[in-house]
């Protein structure tokens, strides 16, 4: 799949989609306020049109009461992945120089379902898409290797749960594993969480 995904969108990034490092929280409580704080913050910029992403219908039920007292100046709505089109961006035609934001509220355990996603709603747009994926380390995919010393040592840093560290770190170390879990991928039955889909679905989590 991966390799079709590359052979379709090629594995350069398209160049109207700015992606930037993921945003990391302690807790899946901090995640989610700040999920609503950039939300407001993006409201009120240049954004034509914002766009919070999940993958499993655990988060979605999660961001669709996120933004049920939202009343911003711009369009937000809670969008599955694999719903990600440009008819999702509320129909609305937009201009070149439009910028669409679009905030993943979690990472999917496999990096093609990431990657395909974005790359193909970017392909497709008229416009800018800035795209920003946010974890916790309360995470399925953190979980794999954060463990309770790196959390530790990042609150007595002074990492609060309300606020959120930017990490290109993390992000490859994300992708790392997405990647790993594509080598061990042994089914594709549907789950209502990250973690229900790789206790089903991984190798090593199955055994």
């Given amino acids: 799949m991966l390799g079709l995904l590359r052979l379709l969108f090629g594995t350069k990034t398209p160049p109207r989609l700015q992606e930037n490092p993921d945003l990391v929280w302690m807790t899946e409580a901090g995640k ?12 009120q910029g240049d954004a034509a ?16 009461r996120l933004l049920a007292n939202y009343n911003g100046p711009v369009p937000a709505k809670a969008v599955k992945a694999n719903d990600l089109s440009q008819r999702t961006t509320t129909g609305s035609p937009f201009e070149e120089t439009s910028t669409i934001e679009v905030i993943f509220a979690e990472r999917h355990p496999l990096l093609e379902e990431d990657e395909g ?4 709603f970017a392909d497709q747009l008229p416009c800018r898409c800035r795209v920003t994926h946010c974890v916790s380390f309360e995470d399925a995919i953190m979980r794999s290797f954060v463990d309770s010393f790196v959390e530790n040592v990042m609150s007595k840093m002074g990492m609060k749960e309300d606020e959120a560290i930017e990490s290109s770190l993390v992000s490859r170390r994300i992708r790392a594993v997405q990647e790993q879990n594509s080598k061990n991928v042994v089914s594709r039955h549907k789950a209502n969480s990250a973690q229900e889909w790789i206790d089903k ?6 055994d």
Avoid: C, M, P, W
């Fill in 201 to 206: 679905n991984v190798r090593q989590n199955r």
């Fill in 32 to 43: 989610y306020a700040g999920i609503r704080a950039k939300v407001e913050e993006a409201g």
């Fill in 117 to 120: 996603a974005v790359k193909e």
């Fill in 49 to 64: 049109a914002i766009l919070i992403v999940s993958h499993f219908d655990n988060t979605f039920a999660q961001i669709d």
